[in-house]
């Protein structure tokens, strides 16, 4: 019998494994103890969706005539007018509104950051094939999610920037410049991180060719 022709596809050799040491074995299975940050993140996600609810049901109570419900919802954005708010008016709604998009946005990033990370740092969740499984886990990877998280992070910094400048008269000029700075200070990093990522990519795309 031959041996196998390691250029054949069809009959490859046999891979050689090897048993893992002690200490290995440790290392590889501390990433376990992320485990417990996964599942927190998952808990602040349920207080998010609380206040989600509790933030909806007063936006409906004030357009229903709540005076409870209307001031609750204005201390809640921090809506300050030397006129006093005794109904539901367009800035309060847009704010409120804002305020709830904000927080689906930062349940986004909660999410690939708790099923990313997982599948990519501690174990395969197997979805391959599950009718549910989101588009962008299916080619997951370290650079991939620190790409996401980024361009995320610019979509909630977006939120709240325009949030500061619908209620810009309650605001400083040194915080509406502060937060415009910062706003692009993520914007230019979330670019530098998508170049060095292509970057990397086009670096290991021509090492695979060359081989």
Do not use: C
Not at 14 to 20: G, V
Not at 27 to 56: C, D, K, M, N, T
Not at 196 to 202: A, G, R, V
């Amino acid at each position: 019998m031959s041996a196998p022709d390691p250029l054949d596809p069809l009959n490859p050799p046999a891979t050689r494994t090897y048993p893992m040491g002690p200490l290995p074995r440790l290392i590889f299975a501390s990433r376990w103890l992320q485990l417990p940050l996964y599942l927190g993140l998952i808990v602040a996600q349920a207080v998010y969706v609380v206040h989600f609810l509790v933030e909806l049901l007063h936006l409906v109570e004030a357009a229903f005539g709540s005076q409870t419900a209307l001031q609750a919802l204005i201390t809640s954005i921090g809506y300050k007018t030397t006129a006093p708010v005794g109904t539901l008016n367009e800035t309060v709604i847009m704010l409120v509104v804002l305020a709830l998009i904000d927080v689906v946005m930062i349940s986004n990033l909660l999410i690939m950051v708790i099923v990313g990370g997982y599948e990519t740092f501690v174990s395969r969740m197997n979805l391959e094939g599950h009718r549910d499984q989101p588009e962008w886990l299916s080619h997951v990877n370290a650079s991939v999610l620190k790409v996401k998280l980024a361009t995320a992070i610019i979509g909630i910094s977006s939120i709240h920037l325009l949030k500061t400048f619908i209620n810009a008269d309650n605001y400083t000029d040194r915080v509406l410049i502060a937060q415009t700075v910062i706003h692009i200070a993520f914007l230019f990093s979330a670019m530098a991180i998508a170049y060095t990522d292509k970057l990397m990519n086009q670096a290991a795309a021509a090492g695979s060719s060359r081989h």
